[in-house]
């Protein structure tokens, strides 16, 4: 197999070189390079021979660098080829909830084992093969992030359309004993995967032993595009409440016996079955924040820690900051601080209902731009508008619906302003202050649908 070359860096190793844009790369240290994960593996070494080619005849060329310097290639796509996509059609799954109309992109779904390295996304392993698992062993590729659902083979054939689903649990079994590190998401399903289901699939995953990281569990999100698809029912306060107490049982087997609690439930389960978020310590290094493990008492200490060291406003100022109804009664909390602490400023948190996704969906990452224009328009909003920008996409000022924050800005009258989900970020966008990038952090940025449900 070869790979066509884009662009050569200016000054890189493969300019000095003479490789050219348009060379085909056949292989390096004689081994194919078929995509990204064997070009930065292979690029690694120490001593290199290229085997390129240019205009139908082959050259090399052979090299000596610095272990870990790139070489200065760039190709077509990132990954140098292809997506991979799901091949399942799982009874839960967001993306087939989705109304019509909408960005092609976001109907896309993706299961690369690639993008769960390189960005942290989760695959099925429906869609890999004894190879690729050889290959991830070889390079050890860690960690992978796993989306199990259940460890039931015949289950989850089931919750997944896919009559492989079960067989290809080979596979994480494979991965574990090859020391490769696993993080596991299960979305649960009232009635299905839950219960003695997700005893089950606890039990099972424990024997994976300390390859095993953490276990995320997240509620089924779901839409009122759901015309034909599985008969699923939302979690309730009690249902939840029993979710929560399986896991929060298996977490303190893990603590007691491995010294890390490693299974968590998101904090939509803590908030549909009305309990406190736990403490911070409750979430160790908190391993699935991007699942939205913690994420809310993560944001909380962040926020304190910065109104440590608050200077006030001198001049009165007022903001209104949109929510999702989810998280409203705790965030709401947070913030009393901060209005106590400055009696000059205002802050009005704003719980807005996603009539868009049905009223079933009531997280802040999946607010859309005409649901915020719905419960905003006519209202005091004050000197600003700050959106989080967990409800953009990803480097785009662009809501789900594709509302742009400028269009959101013309309708409601007033400026409108994004901040990065951080408790730093939302302080200073508070404030009115500019905080630096780099402070910031948005796990959800890279998440794929699925994470998000």
Same mark, same amino acid.
């Given at each position: 197999?070869?790979?066509? /070359? ?21 292989s390096i240290n004689s081994q194919e390079v078929t995509d990204v994960l064997d070009y930065r593996f292979l690029e690694t070494e120490r001593e290199l021979k290229l085997r390129l080619? #240019? ?31 799901? $091949? ?25 084992? $690639? =993008? ?7 695959? +099925? =392993? ?6 690729? /698992?050889d290959r991830i062993l070889k390079m050890r590729i860690s960690p992978i992030n796993v989306s199990v659902h259940t460890m039931d083979p015949e289950l989850r054939c089931k919750m ?13 079994? #494979?991965?574990?004993?090859? !020391? ?25 995953? @424990? ?20 015309? *034909? ?11 939840? *409440? ?6 929060? #049982?298996? *977490? ?5 016996? $491995? ?14 079955? !009305? ?41 009165? #100022? ?9 998280? @409203? ?16 400023? &205002?802050?009005?948190?704003?719980? /807005? ?5 049905? !009223?079933?969906?009531? /997280? +802040?990452?999946?607010? &859309? ?8 328009k006519g209202r005091e909003l004050g000197d600003e508008v700050l959106i989080v920008s967990n409800m953009l996409r990803a480097d785009e000022d662009v809501f789900l619906d594709d ?13 409108? $302003?994004?901040? =990065? ?5 939302? =302080? ?26």
């Amino acid at each position: 197999m070869s790979v066509k /070359i884009k662009g050569v860096k200016q000054g890189g190793r493969a300019q000095a070189l003479g490789i050219l844009p348009g060379d085909m790369l056949l292989s390096i240290n004689s081994q194919e390079v078929t995509d990204v994960l064997d070009y930065r593996f292979l690029e690694t070494e120490r001593e290199l021979k290229l085997r390129l080619s #240019r205009g139908g005849g082959e050259y090399f060329v052979e090299l000596h660098k610095p272990q870990y310097a790139e070489l200065g290639l760039e190709f077509e796509t990132y990954l140098m080829d292809k997506e991979h996509s799901c $091949r399942n059609k799982c009874i839960f799954c967001f993306i087939d909830q989705l109304p019509g109309g909408m960005r092609e992109t976001l109907y896309f779904k993706d299961d690369d084992d $690639r =993008l769960s390295f390189l960005f942290g996304n989760y695959i +099925t =392993l429906t869609n890999i093969n004894d190879r690729e /698992i050889d290959r991830i062993l070889k390079m050890r590729i860690s960690p992978i992030n796993v989306s199990v659902h259940t460890m039931d083979p015949e289950l989850r054939c089931k919750m997944m359309n896919n009559r492989f689903a079960g067989e290809s649990l080979r596979h994480l079994y #494979r991965l574990a004993q090859g !020391g490769v590190k696993l993080n596991c998401q299960i979305v649960l399903c009232p009635g299905i995967n839950d219960g003695p289901a997700l005893e089950y699939s606890l039990e099972k995953l @424990y024997e994976l032993g300390e390859s095993l990281l953490s276990v995320a569990c997240v509620p089924v999100g779901l839409t009122r595009y759901r015309e *034909g698809l599985y008969p699923l029912e939302p979690y309730t306060e009690k249902t939840a *409440g029993a979710v929560l107490d399986i896991l929060e #049982r298996y *977490g303190e087997k893990f603590l007691r016996e $491995r010294g890390s609690r490693t299974v968590y439930a998101s904090d939509e389960f803590y908030l549909l079955a !009305g309990r406190p978020i736990p403490p911070l310590e409750f979430y160790e290094d908190f391993p699935q924040i991007e699942n939205g493990v913690g994420m809310l008492r993560n944001l909380e200490d962040e926020f304190c820690w910065a109104m440590e060291e608050l200077v006030p406003p001198e001049k009165p #100022r007022r903001v209104t900051v949109p929510t999702g109804e989810c998280g @409203y009664g705790f965030l709401n909390s947070m913030l009393d601080g901060l209005r106590e602490k400055c009696h000059n400023l &205002t802050v009005d948190l704003v719980s /807005i209902h996603n009539d868009f996704f049905g !009223g079933t969906v009531n /997280i +802040t990452g999946l607010l &859309t731009g005409q649901d915020i224009v719905k419960t905003l328009k006519g209202r005091e909003l004050g000197d600003e508008v700050l959106i989080v920008s967990n409800m953009l996409r990803a480097d785009e000022d662009v809501f789900l619906d594709d509302m742009t924050l400028t269009e959101l800005s013309k309708t409601l009258g007033v400026p409108v $302003r994004k901040f =990065l989900n951080s408790g730093e970020a939302m =302080l200073g966008a508070i404030l009115g202050r500019e905080i630096p990038e780099a402070a910031n952090h948005n796990p959800y940025e890279q998440g794929s649908w699925e994470s998000s449900r």
